[in-house]
Every structure is written in C-alpha cells, then in structure tokens.
C-alpha cells in the first residue's frame, strides 16, 4: 500500500500516548463543572497559573488606547497588520530583557541582541535542539522532568535525551555520581552528548536549584566541554527561600564571563508561567553566543509571535509599577494555594516535596501502592482520574525514577474547587483504607461506563511502557 504519510509524521516519539496526555483527554471527556457537571473530573494535571487574572484584566480596562491599537492620538493597526521579519519588535525586547531582570532579582543583566523571540517556550526549546544537536546526538536530563520535553527536544529533531537518575533520598537533586552515571550511558550507547538540559525551578518538583547543583553541572560542563540549557519559565513562579538563582548569575559569580563556558550556556524563558499567558505563545531563547543567537533567529521564522501580540504585551511589560505590584501579588497568591494543596493533602496523611517554586507540588504516595512498582503506580492513578475525579500526572510520566509520585497542580482552578479536590482526596481515603473496594464516584454519561471498560487497556499499555522507554 502506498505511504501516504512522512515517516516523521507517523514517528511514536512525540509521545502523546503518556499518561500525561492522556489523562488530559480524560479530563476533556468529562470536564468538572461546579454547576453543569459537579461529578467531573477536576483538572489538576495543568500547570496554568490563573490567579492574578483580575490585576490583568483591569490593566487591560485602564488602558482602553492599547487595545484598540491607538497611539498619540493615531492608529498603529495598520504598522502592525503588515509583514513583520523574524527579530521582532524591537520595543518587545527592550521590555522583555527588563523583565527577565526584574524576576532574578536584577542579579543578571540581559541585552535585547542576545534575545530570539519563539511561540512559546515549546518552540524556543526545540529550536535549541535543533542549533545545538544533530539527529542521534544526546542531552542529558535530570528526572524527573517535564513530559513534553519528549515531543519538544526529541520528535523532529532526532535527538536523543539520556536520564541522569536522581531519587528522592535526597529530594532529586543533582550529583556528581549522576551526571557521570549518565555520561556514561550515553557513552555506552554510542551516543555523542551535546550537552545537559536542566529545569530551573524544577517541572514537576517545583523546587529551584542550589548553587551547589549549579556549581557541581557548571564543572561538569566545563570538564566534558558542552553544553548547559537551563528552561527557566518558573523563575518569576518562586515563591520562598531559597531565592532563585539563574544560570547566568552562577556563571557571572565564579566569574567565568570570559571563559568559554560562557558561550555555551544557553536559558529559555516564556510568559506562560510567570504571567500566566500560555494561549499568548511568547516564548524565547537568550544566550551569549552570538552564531547561536543568529542560527536561531533564522530558525525562529517558523514559530513567530504575532505582532499585535508583542504590542500589547510591550505595553503591559513597559508599565514597570503595574508588573511589579503583578509580580508581588502573584506570589502572595501562589503561596497561599501552595500551602491549600500541600495541608489538604496533610489532612489526608499525604505528604509532598517540600518546594519553594511552580503551580505544582509533587506528591509522596507511594503508602496507597500496592506493590512498589510502576503497575501500581499506574492502578492507583486510573483510581484517582476515575473514582476520585482528580486528573493528577503520574511521576512515571516524568520519567521519575521511584513509583508513586504524582503531580500535583494548584494554580489553574478557584478555590472552591480545590478545595472540592482536597474533599475528595480525603473522603477517597477515609471511606476505606483499601483503596481496591472502591466505588466509582461519578455516573455522568453512557460513554463513561465505556470508557471504564477500554481504560483498562491503556493501563495495561502505559505500566509497560511509561517512564521506562529510557532507561
Ligand atoms: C518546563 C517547561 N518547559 C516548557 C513548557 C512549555 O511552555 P510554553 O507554553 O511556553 O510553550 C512547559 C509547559 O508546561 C514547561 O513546564
């Protein structure tokens, strides 16, 4: 039969048969609603910050002019409607790099040249990949991580993402032992690596990065001469001590400004996070290599921002008393939903990470298996998504290294919903400590029933093969 379809197309790395995703079609399927559907399940599989949507929405009411293109008593809809080329609104930058500044707590300088706008940091990671590795070529990744990084850095690039296994006896942080440990897999499978991908602050732990880790990956770099990408797109999501440290600044405090390490550390940024704006899809790249930053910015024409986009928010950005009272408020408000998640699920007898960072907290339940393995792993969330009506993301989706871990988000519902989620949990454990007996909590539609028949199936799919492919 002919192939009508390219092989790229067809190819099974993208990895939208993770639990990740498929949890969120669950959750479409039957979409919690405290009126239409109170039975449904609530979506906490979403790292989306929805809780200083008030302070933007009445910059936006205050600012009528921005809106409808008018500026100095004229029309801007006609510059921004036309053809714009691939380095962006220079005014954008300007404000951007100030911004980028402002949530590490100025320890950084940023230049606009060093600056590739992407839609969103999805693009601006893979196009990294593609600057950075040739197909076959290898990061090395500290698990667990994000689970869109397999479809980001992996799908069209070709490239290959090799674990550095880290464990929760010492809350996953980063060592020596694991960096060479990974190296050397990588050596084994005759992969060339090209560099390490860190998270910073941490998707799915929610926690920042020490200096120490940073110092122990920037040696580590050093020595093995590659390179260091470090996804920033939680700094302005850090909410307690410890502060924040950006890669930069741990590179400007060993004062290695000069040295070439400088030219191989590379960070990614958005505003999805840290303003709340994913459907917006700004995203960038930042580094101090001048070819990297002009190879990108050729490659960036294939994700551009919309022009009224970047007008809009080079206005929003510009008002620097708005965006710091923003960036106060909105930690305030994570700090208090954080504490919501992590003492709810307390009442519970259920602990979580201690974290300082994110809109997620990762969550020991590694008590409610049945066995320590990631079958179980994989039965207790199908318990989770279906009888309790909570979609969690399973650690095994991150690639987590020990079963029973699960991610946990808090920022992207009101408050009466979570707290429905935390009654829930507890009734789930309360009602009866053998979790097995349980009886479905809903009966919304037919093709529920259904689908409690085929759910089966994919368990039995996903417990063979989530969160193992690498290792
Ligand atoms: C660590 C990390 N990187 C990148 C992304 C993608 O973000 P964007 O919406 O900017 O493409 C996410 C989204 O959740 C993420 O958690």
Not at 6 to 29: L, N, R, T
Not at 243 to 250: G, P, Q, R
Not at 281 to 286: A, C, L, P
Request: with cysteine; hydrophobic share 40%.
């Amino acid at each position: 039969m002919l192939k009508m379809l390219s092989k790229m197309a067809m190819c099974k790395s993208h990895g939208q048969d993770s639990s990740y995703f498929i949890g969120w079609q669950e959750y479409e399927k039957n979409p919690y609603d405290p009126l239409q559907n109170p039975s449904g399940i609530i979506q906490m599989g979403l790292a989306e910050n929805q809780l200083s949507f008030d302070l933007l929405e009445s910059w936006l009411t205050r600012n009528q002019d921005v809106i409808q293109f008018r500026e100095n008593g004229g029309s801007m809809f006609r510059d921004l409607a036309l053809f714009q080329d691939y380095h962006g609104l220079q005014a954008f930058k300007n404000v951007l790099v100030s911004f980028m500044a402002e949530i590490r707590r100025k320890k950084v300088k940023f230049d606009p040249k060093n600056l590739v706008l992407t839609a969103g940091s999805t693009s601006a990671n893979e196009t990294l990949i593609f600057c950075l590795a040739e197909p076959g070529e290898a990061l090395l990744i500290p698990t667990p991580y994000y689970p869109g990084f397999d479809r980001d850095l992996k799908w069209r690039t070709g490239a290959e993402i090799v674990p550095i296994q880290c464990y929760s006896s010492n809350n996953f942080r980063i060592t020596e032992s694991a960096l060479e440990e990974a190296y050397e897999q990588a050596q084994k499978r005759n992969l060339t690596v090209k560099g390490v991908f860190i998270t910073n602050p941490s998707n799915p732990l929610g926690t920042t990065m020490s200096r120490n880790e940073l110092n122990i990956l920037i040696t580590f770099a050093m020595t093995k001469n590659i390179h260091i990408v470090s996804d920033e797109i939680y700094a302005g999501t850090v909410f307690d001590s410890p502060k924040f440290v950006s890669i930069i600044e741990a590179l400007i405090d060993r004062k290695l400004e000069k040295s070439k390490m400088w030219n191989q550390v590379h960070i990614v940024s958005s505003l999805s996070k840290d303003l709340g704006l994913p459907g917006f899809r700004v995203g960038m790249i930042y580094s101090n290599n001048e070819t990297l930053i002009a190879a990108a910015t050729k490659m960036s024409s294939f994700g551009l921002i919309s022009s009224q986009t970047q007008y809009l928010l080079s206005k929003i950005l510009g008002d620097r008393r708005f965006i710091k009272r923003y960036v106060k408020q909105n930690k305030k408000q994570l700090i208090h939903r954080r504490e919501m998640l992590a003492s709810g699920l307390a009442n519970s007898g259920i602990e979580c990470l201690e974290s300082n960072a994110g809109l997620f907290c990762f969550v020991d339940m590694r008590d409610l298996l049945k066995s320590n393995t990631f079958e179980a792993e994989m039965e207790l969330w199908k318990k989770i998504i279906f009888n309790v009506g909570l979609n969690v993301s399973p650690g095994s989706s991150c690639h987590c290294s020990e079963p029973g871990w699960f991610r946990v988000c808090f920022a992207n519902m009101s408050k009466e919903t979570l707290d429905l989620a935390m009654r829930r949990i507890n009734n789930f454990i309360n009602s009866d400590r053998d979790i097995h007996r349980q009886q479905p909590l809903r009966s919304v539609t037919a093709a529920g029933s259904r689908r409690r028949r085929t759910i089966a199936n994919w368990v039995v799919k996903l417990s063979s093969g989530d969160g193992r492919r690498d290792r």
